[in-house]
């Protein structure tokens, strides 16, 4: 046998193959993923929360104020309602029955006896009227009134008597006698039957005069008379006439039948006393507003509901009539009676059947924004403000839809337009669908609410495509006003069957138009609020982009005094930056502004960099070594980072910064360390190349990207030393195919065909800066500048360099 030695074993090729991945292997991934289930749980919990705003639990109301009833509205179940109309008027019925409380403080009336025992002495004493002070005579009726109305009508018949002499004489001899020894006894007397003969009014009080016209108090209306410091339990229910002291001298008061018990007030004298009774009395009784209100509210408490039953079938709203206040209001406590009728089992279904369409809307949104918005997909935050702008959206649009001006298009349309101007124009649009279809669902349920909502949003949503000015969402919003009034009026038009009717409904047309005022609310609220929209969503608009792109900005000020290279080569990259983003359609004037801010963190070591070393200066790389170098090089994208952090530039330009370099190696420094460590094998990792890359990240969007290319073909066509066309458009091919071999436009989404469109505007740029000039002819020398040239010698030709 022939030997070869040990026989090698025989290795597969397939061992280096991975194996294929299967739905068991992804799934453990995902379930390990930390940051997906995250961003799985807080959609989870929006999706609850999103069921929970719209009420999924219940059926819609389909009914608004204002709607025309073609048809007529008939009772789908049997139910009760409480008869509004007929409780409130038994409620004020019981208010009207409750007394008024009058508190009575008789302290007032005390005194009146002894006041009448000194009256009644002064006439005893004195011999004619004339003696009689005035006052007293007053009291007494022992003066005549200049007119009928100044005479109390219970006392009228005493002036009838004759003069005030003649009233005199009576009364003193009522009260003298025959005797004037007597009259001390007769005044006690008539004084003890006094006292008695006013108790009732000390008993109930007097009510004034005044009181009584203001709170309209008709003698058929019950007073509750309480002592001053008395509950209410002690108090004594009685009518106006039995405090109303000219009513108490009435035959048919209580003072007034009582005058037959008294023997010494004589007839012929009782007209004098009710004279001077009427003069002396003060008002006694209180009106207790707290404690009268506080009484009928408890009236007004203990009245039962009234109620009103509807059969099944009854009409609700008969045919041809619009729903007003009233209307709405049965047919909401019909939609009511209906909710308490359902039982716990269809609702699970109800709300199983809201799951699912969310859910539903949920992945068809959750697909595209996963394809197309990795921001919004891959950071909580933004995954956040989403959902919490969605949710907020669904809660406050399901309240305002119960307002007759059906104000849901406001949230709405507010929503749509940040998602708008945040994101884009597709992502809007989707969730514009989303959220209609949701608030059509959960309240009206009617299609052609569906068709007015989705249709002014998307007229709101086309046309802002960018927003340059405030001026822009306002218009925007016009044209959405004018879409929600035409489609509305279109719509009602289809339903009728009828122009002249749709237009002789003025209500329709106003109820309609005051909608299309509610779009225009909707910008001028996003217009407002512009500010804290950007700082949410982390965008920035064109309003912010032209107010930063100022050269007065603190941060450009700083960079063209401390390094005025960079700040030159700055404002080339922002020209050759901003054609280039146009021409493939992405934002010109974000990748203008961010190339002013992109090389900021080079001020802080200005001297490193090659643009700002004067050509007499050697470079300070030249006493250090390559690795030093390049971290000074690369350092300048953290300090620009911390620059613009410090004075709160946006993230979409603190993007700019991180991303203009992506991962690229600096290869001058990599290539002299490679030098030095050739032939020191133990010096071989200090020329790795990871050490000589960016930190990146690689450029996101398509505007970082073409920041890449136009700053490092800028700065490499300083070193050309004759820049002619050629040359440009050779070395732009040059760096863009590095970049793209490098993998620097894998995450940016950069075809093929918009790198190309880069690269020629890029080259004609360049060839625009660094075009060609013809040299000057040097100046005549002074002793020849009088000679005279042959002109048979052609002279060359000078055109000015444009």
Known sequence: MFGFGQKRRRVSRSVGLS?????????????????????FGISMVAIVLLMVAL?????????????????????????????????ELA???????????????PRALESLPEELRASLGELAAVQSVDQVSLRTRSDFGLIDPATDEE????AAAWYDVGSPKERFAILRAAIVGPDMKMAETRIESMVDEFGEFIQPIMDTGIISAEVVRKRDITPDKRLLIVKEDDDLETGRTVLLPRVRLQDQLNEAGQM????????????????????????????????????TTTEKAFARDQVDPRLERYMKGDLLVNPQEVIDEKRLALLEDEYKAAEKEIGNGARLTRMGVVLVMILVLTLLNGFYIIKNEPRIANDERYLITFWVAIIATAYIGRIVSFDPLRAEIVPLMTTVLLLSVAYNQILATITAFSLALLLTMSTTGQFNQFLVLMSTVTAAIIPLKRVSSRSTLIKTSSLSALTYFVVGCGIAIIENQSISEVLQDTQFLVMNAKGAVLCLVAGYLVAGSLPFIENAFGVVTDMTLLELSDPSHPLLQDLVRRAPGTYNHSIAVSSIAETAAERIGANGLLARVGAYFHDIGKMLKPQYFIENIQDSSQSLHNQLNPAMSTLIIIGHVKDGVDLAKQYGLP????????????????????????????????????????????????????????????????????????????????????????????????????????????????????????????????????????????????????????
């Open 91 to 105: 409620k004020q019925r019981a208010e009207d029955a409750v007394p008024l409380v009058f508190r009575n403080d």
């Open 19 to 39: 194996r294929p991945e299967t739905l068991r292997s992804r799934l453990l991934n995902l379930l390990h993923n930390q940051s997906l289930q995250l961003r």
């Open 256 to 291: 007034g039948y009582s005058w037959e018990i008294f023997h010494t007030l004589k007839p012929e004298i009782r007209p004098a006393i009710v004279n001077w009774l009427l003069e002396r009395v003060s008002p006694t009784l209180r009106y207790d507003q707290a404690a």
């Open 651 to 802: 993230q979409p330009l603190i993007d700019f910064i991180e991303q203009h370099h992506g991962t690229t190696l600096v290869e001058y420094f990599f290539r002299e360390a490679t030098k030095q460590v050739e032939g020191q094998p133990d010096h071989k990792t200090d020329a790795e190349e990871a050490s000589f890359r960016y930190p990146g990240p690689k450029p996101q969007t398509p505007e970082t990207g073409v920041m890449m290319i136009a700053d490092a073909c800028e700065s490499a066509c300083r070193t050309l030393t004759e820049p002619t066309p050629k040359r440009i458009e050779s070395l732009v091919d040059g760096i863009v195919m590095r970049r793209l071999l490098d993998g620097q436009f894998d995450e940016c989404k950069l075809n093929m065909s918009d790198i190309r469109k880069i690269q020629d505007s890029v080259i004609k740029s360049l060839i625009g800066i660094y075009h060609g000039r013809i040299k000057y002819p040097d100046a005549p020398d002074s002793k020849k500048k009088n000679d005279v040239r042959d002109p048979s010698v052609k002279q060359p030709t000078v055109t000015a360099s444009p």
């Open 55 to 87: 009420q999924s639990w219940k059926a819609p109301f389909s009914y608004r104020q204002g709607d025309y009833a073609e048809h007529g509205i008939a009772a789908k179940i049997e139910f009760e309602r409480i008869d509004i109309e007929g409780t």
């Open 151 to 154: 005479k109390n009508i219970q």
